[in-house]
């Protein structure tokens, strides 16, 4: 059992993880216009709390994550809300490619990009698998001093949003356009020490 495995137990009743999931969804609502022609592909999607907010307003989401606990979690909670719009795939994109190259209309993640070592591959597979024209939104922490996370963790210490948006300039995405959606609290017992930024960045390929 990985981290995210055990984590998935309690995951939705964080109202800090829910209310996080709704602020970025209102942020894709805001610089995408989402309709029921659009097919949606979540990598990273946990338990689901970001296409919960998003899956009335789109025909169909493919969701992907490589925890069997989070996707445990998340198809109880389809089955549990009769949502026939939604379907889960077990896969880490940083070993394998999906099978449904450019079927995508919108590809969303939401605190994943940060934890994948080789940014440039996994932000060229979804420029790949996205339609033209399509939408990639990532959600991720803004550049942060390596205490999010603390000694030990193998990821990036955020990002910085010029250095990510040139990175998807090259890539061959357009239109790209950023802001800060929420502050993440870190908390030492019941008292909050620190906020970590977290933005929403969105980009077409056209």
């Known amino acids: 059992m990985n981290e995210f495995d055990w984590k998935a137990l309690k995951w939705d009743n964080d109202p800090m993880t829910v209310e996080r999931a709704k602020r970025v969804a209102d942020v894709i609502e805001k610089y ?24 009335p307003y789109l025909k169909s989401i493919r969701l992907a994550d490589s925890s069997e606990g989070m996707l445990k979690a998340l198809e109880e909670k389809i089955k549990k809300n009769n949502i026939d719009n939604m379907t889960i795939e077990k896969i880490d994109l940083t070993v394998e490619s999906p099978s449904n190259l450019e079927t995508h209309d919108i590809i969303y993640t939401l605190m994943t990009l940060h934890h994948i070592p080789d940014t440039d591959a996994i932000l060229k597979l979804f420029y790949k698998i996205l339609k033209k024209p399509g939408y990639l939104c990532i959600a991720d922490l803004d550049r942060e001093d390596g205490s999010f996370h603390g000694e030990g963790f193998i990821g990036h210490n955020g990002f910085d949003r010029e250095d990510l948006s040139k990175k998807l300039e090259s890539i061959g995405f357009m239109n790209i356009k950023s802001e800060i959606c929420f502050q993440i609290p870190k908390k030492h017992g019941d008292t909050v020490v620190k906020f970590y930024p977290l933005f929403v960045m969105v980009a077409q390929k056209l």
Not at 36 to 47: L, Q, R, S
Request: proline fraction near 0%; include cysteine.
């Open 32 to 55: 995408v216009s989402l309709s029921k022609d659009m097919n949606a592909y979540e990598y990273g999607c946990g338990t689901g709390l970001l296409s919960f907010n998003l899956f």
